[in-house]
């Protein structure tokens, strides 16, 4: 059974950053950072198979958010800047062991808690 805790979620205002971060326990295959605002889906915004290194985006987020990891502290992260009003959301960790990295969030059985991202403008 794999254990996801996220941490690093906060306020900020638009233009600014964060680091969201996701501690696993246990072997974690492919893992994404998904988000979901009040009354929207839960989306996919960047995944990566660690043990490939393979990352993916979505559109909304190329260019500003990075998906890195910590081997040695199985911690996955999540760098987000230039964060917009519309990057406000509950975001979530999820892993699972896929044949292919993918953002979207029902191949993934294994969630974290969920931590609070607002932009304010």
């Known amino acids: 059974q794999v254990q996801l805790v996220e941490s690093g979620g906060g306020s900020v205002q638009a233009g600014g950053s964060l680091r969201l971060s996701c501690a696993a326990s246990g072997y974690i295959g492919c893992v994404g950072w998904f988000r979901q605002a009040p009354g929207k889906e839960r989306e996919g915004v960047a995944a990566?198979?660690?043990?490939?290194?393979?990352?993916d985006y979505a559109d909304s987020v190329k260019g500003r958010f990075t998906i890195s990891q910590d081997n040695a502290k199985n911690t996955l992260y999540l760098q987000m800047n230039s964060l917009k009003p519309e990057d406000t959301g509950m975001y979530y960790c999820?892993?699972?062991?896929?044949?292919?990295?993918?953002?979207?969030?029902?191949?993934?059985?294994?969630w974290g808690q969920g931590t609070q991202v607002t932009v304010s403008s």
């Open positions: 999820a892993a699972d062991y896929l044949y292919a990295l993918t953002l979207r969030p029902e191949q993934y059985r294994y």
């Open positions: 990566m198979c660690t043990s490939t290194g393979a990352t």
